[in-house]
């Protein structure tokens, strides 16, 4: 490359005529040359983020909660995790919760990946956090497919107190999910937001999506569709 280069700056300097107070042809030449190798550099540049970018939306996951058209698919089994470690069959893809008082809570909601490539889940969580256990279904999450996560509360244990009535969703409660693509890049969040009102039960609310993580920037906002 640098042959090349130095090849065109001596016949370009062998066409350049010397002008008073400027330096020779071939110092001229060679900076001419510089700077348009500079110029192509910067092109390939862009051409390489804007394919990067291209591979990134190709392979992006994007999980959702699904809507209520899936619940003519059939049903669900969730399973949950200690304490109780029960099992139910609830139509396909519909928010679920169960207990309160004195007992044992359960809660699960559906996230369907509506995105171009896999999602490879990295943790679910609640937030505030919970004593209990917070269970994916399912580590891959193919596009078109749903994960569930499923949350078992042990009641009587610090922070549990909002479960010993019906208005345990009064204050707002969030379902996270943190994934990544198949390569591991491009992480994000999606969390369903979990409310109730006097004249409705608990419910999916809203469901955001950020990226870069636990502390990324909010990309999408959309209406809960329970």
């Known amino acids: 490359m640098s042959d090349v280069l130095a ?11 010397p002008l008073p107070g400027f330096a020779d042809p071939a110092t001229v030449a060679t900076l001419i ?9 910067g092109v390939t540049f862009l051409q390489v983020r804007l394919s990067r970018r291209s591979l990134d939306l190709s392979i992006r996951p994007l999980l959702v909660n699904p809507g209520p058209d ?3 698919e059939g049903t669900d089994r969730i399973l949950f995790g200690a304490p ?5 069959d609830v139509p396909r893809g519909a928010f679920f919760h169960q207990g309160g008082g004195a007992g044992n809570f359960y809660l699960s909601t559906a996230f369907e990946n509506i995105g171009a490539g896999a999602a490879a889940i990295i943790k679910a969580r609640t ?30 244990q610090p922070g549990t107190e909002r479960f010993k009535d019906q208005w345990w969703a009064i204050d707002g ?5 943190d994934y990544s693509d ?45």
């Open 127 to 156: 937030e505030p956090n919970l004593p209990g256990q917070v269970y994916a279904s399912r580590t891959f999450v193919p596009v078109g497919s749903m994960v569930r996560v499923n949350v078992s509360v042990l009641i009587g």
């Open 173 to 177: 409660l969030t379902i996270a999910v």
């Open 182 to 226: 198949a390569d591991g890049g491009q992480v994000l969040t999606s969390r369903a937001i979990i409310r109730q009102y006097a004249t409705m039960g608990p419910h999916i609310e809203e469901l955001t999506v950020s990226s870069g993580g636990n502390r990324g920037k909010v990309i999408a906002v959309g209406r809960g569709s329970y």
């Open 70 to 72: 899936r619940a003519d």
């Open 33 to 41: 040359l510089a700077a348009l190798t500079l110029g192509l550099v």
């Open 7 to 17: 090849d065109q700056a001596s016949v370009l300097s062998r066409q350049l005529v």
């Open 84 to 88: 109780g470690r029960i099992s139910v």
